[in-house]
Each structure stands twice: as C-alpha cells, then as structure tokens.
C-alpha cells in the first residue's frame, strides 16, 4: 500500500447472485469512510473480481454472497489472484454464505480455509469491516517495512 | 428482430419457435403439448390451482403459502408434505434455483451431483429443467395441494415448458418483476418477448380447456417499494399476459409494515387491475390477490421474526388477500429447515384464522391512501402508454429508459435508479426522490411534505443517511429507522 | 365485627392494626415504616414504577412487562436481569408462589427447601413473606428497572407489608379481583376489609411522599371477561382504592381477541374510570392502562403460541395501552423457561416498535363498541350504589349475592355463576345469558341477536356447548369455536 | 363396580391450585357421557377427595392439577385411599402437572409411581380419558368376576 494514497476496495457479489441492496450500502459506506469503492455490483465473476483488484490496484476484494451459492462460487477465488499477481491483496468475504442456519464458527473456517482473510456472518455493520480493514492495511504496511528495512 | 410489441403471437409463430426453446437442455425433448394437456386433465381438480384460487375468491378465505425448494426431487416431496401436513399449508411453491434461473444448467447438474454426494442440498432450490417432466409429475401426484413454480428468471421459456407439462398449474413471474430486480444485463426486449412466450404457452394451455393461473412477481426487490410503483409494474404484467390468452391472474406487493398503506394498497391493486383490463378490452379476466410478508431484511432473532411475521399474517387478514406467502424464523439467516418453514407457516395460519371473521373501520385514513395510489398508478401508466405510443411493450421498454418505470434499488442497468424511497413519520413508504416519475405536482408535494415532517421530528434532513436506516429498521426492531442517539 | 364500609380507615385505626399482621410469620417484625420510608427514598427514580408509568404515559410508549417468579433470590435477580438485558422488558414482576398466595407459609419453607434441594424451583413463585425485608431489597438492588409484586392473593396484608417495606413500588390485586377468581371460600367482607388495609398502607406511603402504584387484576378468569365485567370490577377496586388515598393506579383488562371490541374496552377504561373517580370526587388520581396478551388455554405449538402473543402486542398497540402483560410461548405447558420468557418479550416488543408510530381510523364499529360497554357498565354500576344504598363496599356485597356482580367460570363460592359469555360471529365475547346482570332491554336485545346471527351462521342453538368451543377456540387454532364437522 | 349402576367419577383440583375452567368442562363432559361426576371443584385437599369418594362409593377420582405444584400435592393420595379402604379406586391424574415444560414421559412416569392409574398431558380431551374409564372398568370387572368365579 502507497503510504499516501487513499486505499481502495473493488466490491461486488459473486455468482449468478442479484443481491444489491446490502452492497449498494457497503459502497456508501466505503465512501464515506474515506476509501475508493470500486463496486462492480451483482452477478460478478471470479474473473471480473480479479480484473477490476489489477486494473485499479486494489488494496482489497470485498466479496458479498447472499444467496446460498456462497460455497461453490467462492472456492478458487485466492488462487486466481495468485495467478494474476496479486498474491497478498487482502480478500474478505460477507453475506449469507451457505445455504441455511449453520454455526458460524463452522462456516468461517470453511471461507478462511478457501483463503479469505477474513469471513463475516449475516448482519454484520459495513463499519466493523471497515475497522478492520484498516488494522490489516496498517500491518501490512508494517510488515512490508519489515521486508524492505531487511533488504 | 423486430422491436417487441403488444401483439398475440399467432399460434403457428408459436409453434414454430418451440423446437429451438425445448433444445435447450436435453430434457426439453420430452416436451409434448398434446400429452401434457391430458395428463392434467387426469389430474384431480384439487390439485388445480386455479380451482383452488376460485374457491378462496368465493369463501373469502386467506390461503398460506411458503417459499420452498431443494436439489433432488425425494428431499423436495418430503420437504413439500411435511409443509402441508405439519405447517397446515393451503398451497404449494417449488422453488427453482439460482444456476436453473440463469439458464446455467451445467452448474446445476454440478450442484445435482455435489447434493447428492454431500447429502444436503447445495443449491438454494429446485432444478426443475434439468430434472425434467418426469420427476415434476412425480412430484405433483405425491403432494394433495396444487403447485407454483416460484424462481425469478428472466428467460423461463423452457423452464414454463418443462414445469406446465410437467403438472404444474401456476407460474410466477413477468418480463419486468422477473428481469429488473433479478438481472443485471438482460435487456427489457429480450424478457418481454421472453414472457410473450410464457405467457403464450399458458394461453395455449387455456385455450385447450387446461386452467393455469399466472403471477407477476408483486415484490420487485422487496425494499421499501412504493405501492404504486409495484402496481404499475403488476398491472402492466397483467395487461401482457391477458393479450397472449392468459385468464387468471394473482396480482401481488408486499407487505411495507404501515398498516394502513398496506391494506390500501390490496385494495387498489384488484380494483386497479381490473379497471385497466376491462378498459384495455380484456373483459373475462379473473384477479386473485397476493400479499408477501415483510420482503426486506428480517431481525435475525426468531422471536422478533415471528413478530414480524405474525404483523404481516394479521395484515394479509386484513387487506382480504387471496394468499399470503410466509417468511420463517430462520429468514435473515439462510434458507429455512423445513421445521422453521413450518413454524413460519403455522404462525401465519393461526393470526390468519383468528382474524377472519374480523374487519376494521374503513375511513379517511385509509381513502387518502387508496387515492393517492390510484392517482400515482394512473399518472405512472398513462404515460407510459404515451411514451408507448399506444404500445405497452413498447412502452415499457421506453420508460425505463426514461425513469418513468423505476424500481428502487434494483440491480439492472435498465433500471435508472435514481428513485429512493423512505418512511415517513408513520411508517408509510413515500418517495423521498421521485426521480423521473411522471408525477404532478400535488402529488409531488403530498409526499415531500409526509417526508418533511419526520425531517422536522427527527432534526435532521431527508437524506440517503434515512434511506439506509429504514433498510436496517426491521431487522434491527423498529419500522422507522430513527438517527441513533 | 362491623361490615366493612367504604370509608378511609383513620391512621391510628391502621397503625393498632399492623402487629397483628406483622405476627403473621416471623419475617414481619422486621418491618418498620420510617425506615422503609428512607430506603424507598434512597432509591434511584428509575426504579420507581409511578416515574416511570408516568414518562410512559407522556411519551406514549407501551411498556411491556413479562411474569416471572421463582422459589430462590438468586435465581429470582438472574431470572429478572435476564428479562430485562435480553428480553427488553421495561418493567419487570416478581410473581408470587400459590402457596403465598393462601397465606400457607409454612408450605412455602417447604417448598424453598425442596427448591434447594432438587436445584430447580419446586414452587410457581417467589415466596416473598418467607424471604423477608433484606432478601426483596437485594433483589431491588440488583435489578435496573421498577418492580411490582403480581399474586393472586386474597388477603395479601403481610405480603404487602413485606414488599413494600423491601423497595417494590407497585402492587397488583383488589377485593374482588383477587377474591372471585383466586379463593374458593373467602367471603367479599374478608378481602374488602384486608384490601382497605392494603390500600391505606400504600396510601400512608403515598401521603409521606413515596409514590407506589396499584394495579387491580384486569383479567379476572381470563377467559372470555365481556369488557363491561371486568371494567366495572376494576372501577369498583378503583374507587375503594381512591377512598384510602391511592393516587397512582393502572387499571386493565384482557385481551379477547377482537380487535375492535379490545380497543374500545381500553379507551373506555381510561375514559369510565376517570369520570367515577371525579364524580366521586377524587379528582387527583392518575390512570394508565394495562392491556393482557390472551389469558386463557393457548396453543401447545410455539408457532401458533407466538401468533397469539404478536396480536396480542398488536392490540395493545393500537389501543394505546401504557402497559402490555406479555404471554410466552410456553403458556400452555407451563412456566416458562428464562429463554421462553424473553422470546415473548421479544416478539411483542418487535410489534409494538412497529405499530407505535401508526394509527387507525376510527369509526362506527369501534363507536357502537365503546357506547354498549359504557351503557353496560353505567347500568351495572348504578344498580350496585343503589343496592349499597350509596355505600360501594356494601353494594360490591350485595351485587355479588344478587348476581348484579357475576364473574365467568370464577371458582367462588360468592359468585353466582350464572353469566355464560360466548363470541358472536365476529368473535366479539357477548353475553349469551346475562344472568341477574341489571341489563336493560336494548342492551340484552343486543347481545341475544349478535349471538342469534352466530347460531343462524353456525346452524345450531347458542348453548354450553357454544361456550367450551370457545374456551377450547384459541388453544385450537381458531378464534371462534366453530362446531365440529 | 355394580353391574347395573352408573359408574361415580369424584374429581376435584387439588390443592392450592384455583383453576376453575378444566374443571367445569370435565364435569360437563363427564355428564354427558352419562357417568355420575362429584365435583368437588377447586382447592380441594386429599381428604376431600377421599372422603368424597367414600362417600358416595365412588369407581374413579380425577384429579386436576393445573398451577404446577402437582409434583408435591399429589403425592400420598394412593395411601390415603388405601387406609381408607378404597384400595382399589382408579386413580387419574391430569394437567399441567409440574413446573415447566418437560418431557411427558418422565412425568408420567412419575405420577404412576405415585400410584396413579393414568396421567393426562395438558391439552387432552376428555373424551379420550372417558375411554381410558370405560374400559379400565369393564378390565376391573372382568378381573372381578374372574376373582369371584374362584371363590
Ligand atoms: C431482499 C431479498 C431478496 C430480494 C433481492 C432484491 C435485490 N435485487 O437486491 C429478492 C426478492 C429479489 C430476493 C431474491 C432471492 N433471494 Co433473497 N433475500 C432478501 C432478504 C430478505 C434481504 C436482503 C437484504 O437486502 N438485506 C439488507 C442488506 C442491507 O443486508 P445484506 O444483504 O445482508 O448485506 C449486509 C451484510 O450482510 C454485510 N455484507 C454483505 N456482504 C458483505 C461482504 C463483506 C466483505 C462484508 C464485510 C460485509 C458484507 O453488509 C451488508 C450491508 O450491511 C434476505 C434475507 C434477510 N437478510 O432478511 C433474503 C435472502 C438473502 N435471499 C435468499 C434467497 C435464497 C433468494 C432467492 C434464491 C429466492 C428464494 N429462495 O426465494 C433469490 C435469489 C435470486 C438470485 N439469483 O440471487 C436467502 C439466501 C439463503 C441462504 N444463504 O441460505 C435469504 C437469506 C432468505 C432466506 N432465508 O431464504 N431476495
Ligand atoms: C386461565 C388461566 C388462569 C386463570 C384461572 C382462572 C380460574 N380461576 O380458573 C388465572 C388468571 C386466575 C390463573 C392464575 C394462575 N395461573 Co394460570 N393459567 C391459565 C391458562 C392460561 C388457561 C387454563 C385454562 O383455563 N385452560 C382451558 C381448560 C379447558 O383447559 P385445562 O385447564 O388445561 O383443562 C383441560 C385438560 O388439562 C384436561 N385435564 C385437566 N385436569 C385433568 C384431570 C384428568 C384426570 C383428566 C383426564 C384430564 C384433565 O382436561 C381439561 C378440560 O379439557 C393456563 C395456560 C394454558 N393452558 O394455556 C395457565 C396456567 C395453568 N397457569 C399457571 C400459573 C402458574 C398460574 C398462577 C400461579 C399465576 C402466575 N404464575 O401468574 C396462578 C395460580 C393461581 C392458583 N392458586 O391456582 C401455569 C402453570 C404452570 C406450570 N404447571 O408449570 C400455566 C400453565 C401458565 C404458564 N405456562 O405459566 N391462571
């Protein structure tokens, strides 16, 4: 992450999900924490995720799913962005993201397990990922300092 | 191609375009139009939804119906019976899922497979193409009570095909509700001629003697949606649909949580409805009523979701509905147990049951609410007949363009989202942005005032800070979703 | 010994009555009305009930309140915290235990120690004259929101003594409404006497500055309680409370389940109450509301049992009422757990958030709802001064022998037992035989012909059988109690 | 049980338990069935019963218990009808009979320890009890008349 430079997120929802009310809020909240949104919206692919994260060098995929599907569309997401360069861009993930009421730690390890770096249950406020996302900027700037003192 | 106009499509161009729409996925071959009107002629007359819809007309009843589908067709019967035995269901939904409502086949057959091999189901409904005639029919002859095909596909050509000859008497949807809320590239001249389709095939069906009831989708995206823009939308639906032959139609909305609104707005979408058929010449057109409980995001606590629930059950009593379709307990979580889906069910019926027999004093509230819809569904439709130059589909396809036609919140990008609604300081949803509905200036300034006057209760502007709060509202416990202190 | 009479008992008659009902069980010695004085002073305002059913009253909230009862103090302080922390209860009971309740203290140790013994309440309450003074402050202390102690019992002088003295603010019950429904064989004198003492003890509280309200038992039987019997029984309780310098008083009745008759039973509460009370002269009295979610046979399913409880929270919405008395979705199996206690909480919560900006119209139905109770009660009323010959505790004796006072499906003896009420076809509770109730010919005329058109609708004469069909209506799904096909 | 006599069911709520409504329905439904009902109605105590039984020869007593103190007022009814001779009176018991919602079995299981003949969950019909009666007295007949045969 540029020290200087306003970070940015490319958001959406995966799938053949239509969902847009709960990401049509997170832009706006995005925005208006100070981070670019770049919101590609519903019925995104892994593909369109990772184009728009190289495209605008995104510090961040925000991936939304609603719908059930959560599982089998988000499976793969990781190693495409290593395929495309982005190794560390940090990828989280949120919505109603299996099918049914099951317990979320269950379900958290399972997104993490897929190489999320962070997994967020149904009702989850926009602020608290936002907290977050700056935490993980923050020590990921630390410890790329790290690396580069170390060079 | 020619643009999509309001025409009845010939039979022989009917018949003409069905090979290439059954070739769409193996299973379309099976498709036969004169079997299929046998086999539901075999079929006894109760699991005939428009018989049962009739029934509900004459004895006023309220008729319960959940959401509800799986991947394979044993946990689907089981699923189905065990909501009509246990949660008392009147009537019967297969929902489709959501590779099947993208014509994504193949991920459906993979979402089959991984059901079967995880033993639960891994899509978020049926995959009635790719299961094809047979397996519905085993489906319809092992439940007592009608079925509708439920999804929210843009393009259900075959997906009508398969499920009608298949023993299904209902088929939800339209070339808007089914496109605008649920699609994001599909444009409105490919679902429009879509549903021409659809729409044609069940006037083909009732032209042969078979009764199919059709639905628009009332909900659109289920937030917050102002009455009159979801029954401009529903009655331009019935207006297609009655061209292309189609003669019973179940006209619906949801439910927005004011009380009153909601039942003004019931009462004016049959009334309206059958006003704009009978002046647009279709005269033989029976209207039925649905009524959705709460569409927008539910409290994930089940108490409070069956408070919720038991509001919209009282609220379907109420308004006289034909049907009432049920949320659950488990709604803002995932996709309900079937036990949670009953439970949602048996709350309704009993809130139902108990209100029946009761109805309300009818005064000056509820009229200026009825007026205020018929006012803004008439000026909302006769300029999209304007625009249309006398063509409803072409008029639809222009006002959109125009935001004449405009759903909140919706994903398409033939929607020009530039509507935002919010509560005012009642609950009731007004447009707190019109955008570029056609509305004049009395009704413009009916619901800039409503909207000033929570501003002035809750000291701050009308903002979409306001719009936001009233999406969390429900979920988090209120109807208005006040500044947090 | 003398009748009693309705006369404010002088404070030095009172004060010579007190040790002999502080000897009543050990734990009343330890009572001293100066020292309780301070202590309720020391408190903070919020745990004052008045205060706070008066902010309630200014705002318009609906406060809710669960019951809530258990043989131990430290299960009785997490029980409440719960109640109040997870299910939102703005107020909160302690219930006491049935053997309290017939003075059997004795039975109550019994039931305290088996209750330590097994590790779970082995009584239906708190046993609050077994657990003394210290004990009810510990529990006041520990809990954020004002208390009141809820029972059930006849002559409930020491346990007034005890909870007042150990910081409660509020106090349910009345002469009759914690006699008819409650005792078997106590006589009207005994419970008229021994509320006087209740009554004039809170008075004494009240007269040195410490406000405490009292809240006569609205639902009598709870089950199927015409608004006119119960509001003329609270009205009487009412006036003999007013008498001994009660100021503070929430008066109440219970839900029956239709919703236009509910309505018009609590705005005409309100209303009767407070022109008795002037025309009376006492003209300085406070009056909320308390509206009971149904009190009699629930559904056993949870489903249906959240039904009853969310329009029950819708009702008392509407009405208005500052108080709503929330059921639980284990009502008919019984005492629920913590957890089912704060989902009823919960779910009537999340109605009444909904409902509390909205409003109805009001017209005819609700009107001639309202002017028959108010005929009602003026008739039942003035037939009860009269037979006193001006004299309320007398003419409540009188009446209740004459049957002018005459309680559905009450237990005691005193009772004449010969009204029956049944709903009529709307599911309204009449009267389907008035007994000796003082009716005039209009008013009997009315109920015999809405329950005719019921008869007619149902083909079967109004009868006993009509009555269990009802009682058993709502526990089955339905609100009335259609014959059996 | 005379042969030609209509059978005596004494029912009551026992103890301090004011529940009026159940009662008046069983009494009614009792009628009905053409069978003789004593009812000694609510707050009745175990001598009551007994006495009540005594007294007017009875086959059956029914108890309610609605409050949920059944577990404590209940227990010893069996005894006392033993010393007073009526050893063999068919003991019914039914309502709400503990605290709280438990599971069936266990309180059943409980109660016919104590010495029940039969236990009824909240919510039954009377007529199903009725039956229960009606055959529980032609069974002690039959055992009766096998008993006198010996004689
Ligand atoms: C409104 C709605 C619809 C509307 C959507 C309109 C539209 N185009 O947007 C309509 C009616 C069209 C619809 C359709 C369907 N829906 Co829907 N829908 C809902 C509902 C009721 C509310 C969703 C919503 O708007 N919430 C409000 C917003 C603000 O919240 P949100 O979406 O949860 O988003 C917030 C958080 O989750 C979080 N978040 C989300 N993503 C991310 C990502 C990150 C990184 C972070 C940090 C946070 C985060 O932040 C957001 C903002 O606060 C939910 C249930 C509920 N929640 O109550 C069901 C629900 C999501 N739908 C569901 C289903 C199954 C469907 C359908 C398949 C239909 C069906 N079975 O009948 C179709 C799917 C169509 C498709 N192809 O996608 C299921 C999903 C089931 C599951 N996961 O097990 C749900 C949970 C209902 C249920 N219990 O069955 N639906
Ligand atoms: C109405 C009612 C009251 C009224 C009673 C008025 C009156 N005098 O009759 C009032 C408001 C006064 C009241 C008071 C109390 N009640 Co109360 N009441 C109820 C309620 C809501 C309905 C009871 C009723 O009338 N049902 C309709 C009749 C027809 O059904 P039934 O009584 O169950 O009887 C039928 C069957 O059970 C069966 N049956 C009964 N006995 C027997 C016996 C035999 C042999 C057979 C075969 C069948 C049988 O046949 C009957 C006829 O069909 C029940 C809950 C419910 N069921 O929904 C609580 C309930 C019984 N009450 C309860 C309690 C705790 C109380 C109180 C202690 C107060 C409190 N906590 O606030 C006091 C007790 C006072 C006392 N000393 O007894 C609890 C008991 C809890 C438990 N067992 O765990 C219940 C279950 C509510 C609850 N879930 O907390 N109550």
Same mark, same amino acid.
């Given at each position: 992450?540029?020290?200087?430079?306003?970070?940015?997120?490319?958001?959406?929802?995966?799938?053949?999900?239509?969902?847009?009310?709960?990401?049509?809020?997170?832009?706006?909240?995005?925005?208006?924490?100070?981070?670019?949104?770049?919101?590609?919206?519903?019925?995104?692919?892994?593909?369109?995720?990772?184009?728009?994260?190289?495209?605008?060098?995104?510090?961040?995929?925000?991936?939304?799913?609603?719908?059930?599907?959560?599982?089998?569309?988000?499976?793969?997401?990781?190693?495409?962005?290593?395929?495309?360069?982005?190794?560390?861009?940090?990828?989280?993930?949120?919505?109603?993201?299996?099918?049914?009421?099951?317990?979320?730690?269950?379900?958290?390890?399972?997104?993490?397990?897929?190489?999320?770096?962070?997994?967020?249950?149904?009702?989850?406020?926009?602020?608290?990922?936002?907290?977050?996302?700056?935490?993980?900027?923050?020590?990921?700037?630390?410890?790329?300092?790290?690396?580069?003192?170390?060079? | 191609?020619?643009?999509?106009?309001?025409?009845?499509?010939?039979?022989?161009?009917?018949?003409?375009?069905?090979?290439?729409?059954?070739?769409?996925?193996?299973?379309?071959?099976?498709?036969?139009?004169?079997?299929?009107?046998?086999?539901?002629?075999?079929?006894?007359?109760?699991?005939?939804?428009?018989?049962?819809?009739?029934?509900?007309?004459?004895?006023?009843?309220?008729?319960?119906?959940?959401?509800?589908?799986?991947?394979?067709?044993?946990?689907?019967?089981?699923?189905?019976?065990?909501?009509?035995?246990?949660?008392?269901?009147?009537?019967?939904?297969?929902?489709?899922?959501?590779?099947?409502?993208?014509?994504?086949?193949?991920?459906?057959?993979?979402?089959?497979?991984?059901?079967?091999?995880?033993?639960?189901?891994?899509?978020?409904?049926?995959?009635?193409?790719?299961?094809?005639?047979?397996?519905?029919?085993?489906?319809?002859?092992?439940?007592?009570?009608?079925?509708?095909?439920?999804?929210?596909?843009?393009?259900?050509?075959?997906?009508?095909?398969?499920?009608?000859?298949?023993?299904?008497?209902?088929?939800?949807?339209?070339?808007?509700?089914?496109?605008?809320?649920?699609?994001?590239?599909?444009?409105?001249?490919?679902?429009?001629?879509?549903?021409?389709?659809?729409?044609?095939?069940?006037?083909?069906?009732?032209?042969?003697?078979?009764?199919?009831?059709?639905?628009?989708?009332?909900?659109?995206? %289920?937030?917050?949606?102002?009455?009159?823009?979801?029954? @401009? &939308?529903?009655?331009?639906? +019935?207006?297609? /649909? !009655?061209?292309? =032959?189609?003669?019973?139609?179940?006209?619906?909305?949801?439910?927005?949580?004011?009380?009153?609104?909601?039942?003004?707005?019931?009462?004016?979408?049959?009334?309206?409805?059958?006003?704009?058929?009978?002046?647009?010449?279709?005269?033989?057109?029976?209207?039925?009523?649905?009524?959705?409980?709460?569409?927008? %995001?539910?409290?994930?606590?089940?108490?409070?979701?069956? @408070? &919720?629930?038991?509001?919209? +059950?009282?609220? /379907? !009593?109420?308004? =006289?509905?034909?049907?009432?379709?049920?949320?659950?307990?488990?709604?803002?979580?995932?996709?309900?147990?079937?036990?949670?889906?009953?439970?949602?069910?048996?709350?309704?019926?009993?809130?139902?049951?108990?209100?029946?027999?009761?109805?309300?004093?009818?005064?000056?509230?509820?009229?200026?609410?009825?007026?205020?819809?018929?006012?803004?569904?008439?000026?909302?439709?006769?300029?999209?007949?304007?625009?249309?130059?006398?063509?409803?589909?072409? =008029?639809?396809?222009?006002?959109?363009?125009?935001?004449?036609?405009?759903?909140?919140?919706?994903?398409?990008?033939?929607?020009?989202?530039?509507?935002?609604?919010?509560?005012?300081?009642?609950?009731?949803?007004?447009?707190?942005?019109?955008?570029?509905?056609?509305?004049?200036?009395?009704?413009?300034?009916?619901?800039?005032?409503?909207?000033?006057?929570?501003?002035?209760?809750?000291?701050?502007?009308?903002?979409?800070?306001?719009?936001?709060?009233?999406?969390?509202?429900?979920?988090?416990?209120?109807?208005?979703?006040?500044?947090?202190?």
């Amino acid at each position: 992450m540029n020290q200087n430079r306003v970070p940015t997120v490319v958001l959406g929802v995966i799938g053949a999900d239509v969902h847009a009310i709960g990401n049509q809020i997170l832009e706006y909240a995005l925005d208006e924490a100070g981070i670019e949104a770049v919101n590609i919206g519903v019925m995104s692919s892994q593909q369109e995720f990772v184009e728009a994260a190289v495209e605008t060098g995104a510090d961040a995929i925000w991936v939304s799913s609603l719908y059930g599907h959560g599982e089998m569309d988000c499976r793969g997401l990781r190693d495409k962005c290593v395929e495309a360069g982005i190794t560390d861009i940090l990828l989280y993930v949120g919505g109603n993201l299996v099918i049914g009421k099951r317990s979320w730690e269950g379900v958290k390890d399972l997104f993490l397990d897929m190489g999320y770096d962070r997994a967020y249950p149904p009702g989850t406020r926009p602020q608290e990922a936002i907290d977050d996302l700056w935490q993980d900027l923050v020590e990921q700037r630390e410890s790329k300092d790290v690396v580069s003192s170390l060079d | 191609m020619k643009k999509p106009t309001n025409y009845k499509i010939p039979e022989d161009d009917f018949l003409a375009m069905r090979p290439e729409v059954l070739a769409g996925w193996p299973t379309g071959q099976r498709v036969d139009l004169a079997e299929a009107l046998e086999y539901h002629s075999s079929l006894a007359a109760e699991k005939n939804m428009v018989n049962r819809l009739q029934q509900a007309l004459k004895k006023g009843e309220t008729l319960t119906q959940p959401r509800a589908g799986v991947a394979l067709p044993e946990e689907l019967k089981e699923l189905l019976t065990f909501l009509h035995q246990e949660g008392e269901a009147d009537v019967l939904p297969t929902t489709i899922d959501s590779y099947t409502r993208q014509n994504q086949y193949r991920e459906a057959d993979r979402g089959i497979e991984e059901s079967r091999h995880e033993e639960r189901s891994m899509l978020n409904g049926f995959p009635a193409v790719n299961h094809g005639v047979e397996v519905c029919r085993d489906v319809i002859e092992s439940i007592e009570v009608p079925l509708q095909v439920r999804h929210g596909t843009p393009d259900s050509r075959l997906l009508a095909e398969i499920t009608l000859a298949g023993g299904f008497s209902d088929f939800e949807g339209g070339p808007i509700s089914y496109n605008i809320p649920y699609a994001k590239k599909v444009s409105l001249e490919k679902t429009l001629r879509d549903w021409q389709y659809v729409d044609r095939l069940v006037g083909l069906y009732q032209e042969r003697g078979i009764d199919i009831n059709r639905e628009p989708f009332g909900p659109l995206t %289920g937030t917050l949606i102002p009455p009159s823009t979801s029954h @401009a &939308v529903a009655i331009l639906e +019935a207006l297609l /649909a !009655a061209e292309q =032959g189609v003669k019973y139609l179940s006209l619906g909305c949801s439910q927005n949580g004011n009380m009153v609104q909601d039942i003004a707005a019931i009462d004016t979408l049959e009334e309206l409805a059958e006003k704009y058929l009978s002046s647009e010449g279709y005269s033989d057109i029976t209207i039925s009523t649905v009524f959705h409980q709460w569409m927008g %995001g539910f409290p994930q606590d089940e108490a409070k979701a069956y @408070a &919720v629930i038991s509001w919209g +059950a009282a609220t /379907a !009593a109420l308004s =006289g509905a034909t049907k009432v379709i049920v949320k659950t307990p488990h709604e803002a979580m995932g996709i309900p147990t079937k036990e949670a889906n009953a439970d949602g069910l048996k709350a309704t019926k009993q809130v139902v049951n108990m209100m029946k027999e009761q109805s309300f004093d009818q005064g000056e509230k509820l009229d200026r609410e009825k007026q205020m819809i018929r006012q803004e569904v008439a000026q909302i439709l006769s300029r999209v007949k304007e625009i249309g130059e006398g063509d409803w589909c072409q =008029g639809v396809i222009r006002s959109f363009e125009a935001g004449i036609l405009d759903i909140p919140f919706a994903p398409s990008r033939y929607n020009s989202g530039r509507v935002l609604p919010a509560r005012d300081n009642n609950g009731a949803v007004r447009y707190l942005d019109s955008g570029e509905l056609p509305f004049d200036s009395e009704i413009m300034e009916f619901h800039d005032n409503k909207l000033a006057e929570r501003g002035e209760f809750e000291e701050r502007e009308a903002s979409f800070q306001m719009v936001i709060d009233d999406i969390y509202a429900i979920g988090k416990g209120m109807l208005i979703g006040r500044p947090r202190e």
